[in-house]
């Protein structure tokens, strides 16, 4: 393929433009089960892999096995992405929290629909945000993005398999149906115009090589399968030979590594976008489509003559604190609208600490939450 | 000077920074078939890097963490998930799952008949000691009808699984089954099965004398190895036999041998294929 | 299997041996012993016939059945091994 010098515009859905993120990130491996209203990205990925110089596409039995067989790939050597909906995600949660002990870089979009259970399939939500954040048992660091429109859906890609690449870690990317499905122009950057990072590799050898010893980082090299470095892979506590301990300074040892490669990486990893925030002192946070509804909203009241900011969040877990506190020195009263019955706004609450006043607004109905919805809060101040 | 043979041979594949004796209890028939299967692979003259080993959950799956090869220990009953994914990732691996019978049968049921749908190219090698051992003695899809288990102290209920006919069902290249007792031979249908492309199961009776022997009539482990050498029977042999001399015998031998291509050789075909359609269009 | 007979070296790692008694049922020779304390141990090793049972159906990879050892005058490598295993060389 020639090079391309400059952006190439096209229209594209939200999934679509999750494609076309993961394989300029570099990804060659999906394995997936079809789900609405995910399955656009598995149908597109089925078509353009195998066409790819070394892509490959499987369709598994289950989300289980999609997970098992991603993260496989992964551990030899592939970025690799999976997509899902409420539904599948649940049925991903064991292999997920595998994936993050195993420290195996992966991402897995989640296209969030309505409802619990079976629930509102075609209709959007975002109740799947605390699962995102808990999911899988045990106590684990995890990164959760998020996008609001299709530009983003393509740009958030590309960063969660940058992330998954230099922390050893799952991502999760959390879209919601109204994103997934919208098509709109997007720009498709050249090749140079974005980072792509892959995971470090180890340079010592074999016989030196630890997987799992302590770095400055905390995410220690990662071979791929079969390049001659032998080593155990295990969902067991293991020590840095990688071999199951039950010795509690080891226990210790791998869960304050786990979390601290995660956690000091923070500037890194909480992204968000402040729009008119700076003199704001009544902020919307929001994540998702419903980002969009604010930042109307936002721009309506302005015009109104009031000092209105929206907090976009598109990291969503570890929560973007520093930021929240960031516009907390002018907020008085913060909004939080969500397509679920208030699970950011436990994060926004647990930060605000009774400050400001916080506000939230909920649907579960299956409907998207409009622009004069939030436009009437705001106005009550 | 000596020749390395016999267990000499097995030590070269031990990690020997790993504590031996190994955890299982005194008897159990899986060292049996981890030292079966590091014969299989030496006779093959695969190098160590070559071969990863996929492991279940279960007393069978603490095997692959005391081998020098590149040992993946998954979730209970993924094993054969993950060993696709290794495989498609990369084929020239020879890719081998080792899965107790409730890992493979039970809640890997699922993935054993689609892999074995797929054919695709990673040797099952499955240990049936009909009982859950790890979780302490539970029933599992191969205890057999009547047999005292935890879960099942009046005697079991239902029907076991034929793991040998289940596979053939779903579509895999090669099928055999061996027993602990009879080594030779598992190691020969064994190495059969890594050699051949596509998808091949072994299924090995192993015995478990703690969980499963011990409440069901067999006093040590050894009259579990007496009843192994009685009861198999190769299996042409065991065809000739009326229904009710089969009752008590285990056939053992090889069951199916296709020759189909495997999942990765199609989807590698197809790439080829759509490559070369692309560079003729790009004239 | 007749030419083997007393030619054989039979050796058991007792730390490795968990007494499981498979080695000691099955012999044909009956070469090995099972202690009180639970440990098998080559009794006759004479009488193998170095079929490799032992070695094939040991769960813990506790024995080694090998051809007896040359006599050490033989075997320079094995000498300078031992002198070394005292530990007071350079
Ligand atoms: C999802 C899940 N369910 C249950 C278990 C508990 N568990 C561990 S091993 C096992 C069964 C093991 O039996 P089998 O697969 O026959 O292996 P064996 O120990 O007999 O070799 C079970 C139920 C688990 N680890 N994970
Ligand atoms: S419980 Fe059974 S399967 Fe597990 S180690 Fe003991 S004998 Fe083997
Ligand atoms: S078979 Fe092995 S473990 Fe069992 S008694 Fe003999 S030497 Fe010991
Ligand atoms: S090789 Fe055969 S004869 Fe010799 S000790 Fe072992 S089982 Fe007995
Ligand atoms: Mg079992």
Redesign the pocket.
């Given at each position: 393929m020639a090079r391309r010098k400059k952006r190439k515009e096209i229209f594209a859905l939200g999934n679509e433009a999750v494609v076309e993120g993961a394989l300029l990130a570099g990804c060659s491996f999906y394995g997936g089960y079809p789900i609405t209203p995910s399955s656009e990205i598995m149908e597109i990925m089925a078509s353009k892999l195998p066409q790819t110089d070394d892509g490959v596409f499987i369709q598994m039995e289950d989300e289980i096995a999609s997970m098992g067989a991603i993260i496989g790939a992964s551990l030899a050597g592939r970025k690799v992405l999976t997509a899902t909906s409420g539904p599948g995600f649940s049925l991903k949660q064991e292999n997920l929290g595998y994936a993050v002990m195993a420290e195996t870089p992966l991402v897995l979009v989640n296209v969030m629909r309505g409802g619990l259970s079976t629930g509102l399939p075609t209709c959007p939500g975002q109740g799947d945000v605390q699962q995102a954040r808990w999911g899988t048992h045990g106590d684990h660091p995890i990164i959760v993005l998020s996008a609001s429109n299709v530009q983003e859906c393509l740009d958030m890609t590309i960063t969660a398999f940058n992330m998954a690449e230099k922390y050893r870690t799952p991502v999760i990317l959390l879209l919601d149906e109204i994103t997934a499905h919208t098509r709109e122009k997007i720009e498709i950057p050249y090749e140079g115009e974005f980072e792509v990072f892959s995971r470090t590799i180890p340079s010592m050898p074999p016989e030196w090589y630890k997987p799992y010893e302590e770095t400055v980082r905390g995410v220690p090299p990662m071979p791929p399968i079969g390049s001659g470095y032998r080593f155990h892979v295990t969902g067991l506590t293991h020590d840095r030979n990688g071999f199951p301990t039950q010795r509690p300074e080891e226990v210790v040892e791998l869960m304050d590594r786990l979390h601290r490669k995660i956690d000091q990486f923070f500037y890194d990893i909480q992204l968000v976008e402040e729009i008119q925030t700076e003199d704001a002192d009544t902020v919307v946070i929001a994540y998702g489509c419903v980002a969009r509804s604010a930042e109307l909203a936002v721009q309506q009241a302005r015009a109104n003559g009031i000092k209105a900011g929206l907090l976009k969040l598109k990291t969503l877990f570890p929560y973007p604190r520093r930021q929240q506190e960031k516009i907390m020195a002018n907020a008085k009263t913060i909004i939080v609208p969500e397509l679920n019955m208030g699970q950011m706004s436990r994060e926004v609450k647990r930060v605000n600490q009774g400050r400001a006043s916080v506000r939230t607004i909920n649907r579960i109905d299956g409907q998207i939450i409009t622009p004069s919805e939030i436009l009437k809060v705001i106005m009550q101040g | 000077m000596n020749e390395i043979t016999g267990n000499e041979i097995i030590h070269q594949y031990l990690r020997h920074n790993k504590k031996f004796p190994h955890v299982l209890c005194?008897?159990c028939g899986h060292g049996i078939v981890l030292g079966t299967l590091i014969r299989s692979i030496h006779s093959l003259n695969i190098p160590k890097d070559d071969v990863v080993i996929v492991a279940g959950i279960g007393c069978s799956g603490r095997l692959a963490v005391y081998v020098d090869f590149n040992t993946v220990h998954t979730t209970h009953g993924r094993a054969l998930s993950f060993a696709t994914g290794i495989k498609m990732a990369n084929p020239k691996l020879n890719v081998i799952t080792i899965m107790g019978d409730g890992d493979a049968l039970s809640i890997g049921g699922n993935h054993l008949i689609h892999a074995a749908r797929r054919n695709i190219g990673v040797t099952a090698l499955i240990l049936n000691n009909n009982i859950y051992g790890m979780t302490g003695g539970q029933s599992s899809p191969a205890t057999p009808m009547g047999a005292t288990t935890m879960t099942n102290p009046f005697g079991q209920l239902d029907k076991s699984f034929d793991t040998v006919e289940l596979a053939r069902g779903a579509g895999a290249n090669y099928v055999a089954r061996g027993t602990t007792f009879h080594v030779k031979k598992l190691e020969k249908v064994l190495t059969d099965a890594i050699e051949r492309p596509g998808f091949s199961v072994v299924e090995a009776i192993t015995p478990c004398h703690t969980q499963y022997g011990r409440k069901n009539k067999y006093k040590t482990p050894v009259d579990m190895y007496k009843w192994m050498k009685k009861a198999a029977i190769p299996v042409d042999r065991y065809n000739e036999l009326s229904e009710a001399e089969k009752e008590d015998r285990l056939a053992i031998g090889v069951f199916v041998e296709r020759d189909q291509p495997g999942f990765e050789e199609r989807y590698f075909d197809l790439k080829a294929k759509l490559q070369a359609q692309e560079e003729k269009g790009g004239k | 299997m007749k030419k083997h007979k007393g030619k054989s070296k039979v050796t058991?790692y007792p730390d490795?041996?968990?007494?499981?008694?498979?080695?000691?049922e099955f012999c044909p020779s009956k070469v090995?012993d099972?202690t009180d304390q639970g440990?098998?141990v080559v009794a006759r090793e004479e009488d193998c016939i170095r079929c490799g049972f032992?070695e094939l159906?040991?769960?813990?990879f506790?024995?080694i059945v090998k051809d007896k050892e040359p006599v050490e005058a033989d075997n320079p490598t094995k000498i300078a091994a031992k002198k070394n295993a005292t530990g007071k060389g350079a």
């Open positions: - | 005194p008897g | 058991v490795w041996c968990k007494g499981c008694g498979i080695c000691v090995l099972l440990k098998a032992c159906h040991c769960p813990d506790a024995i």
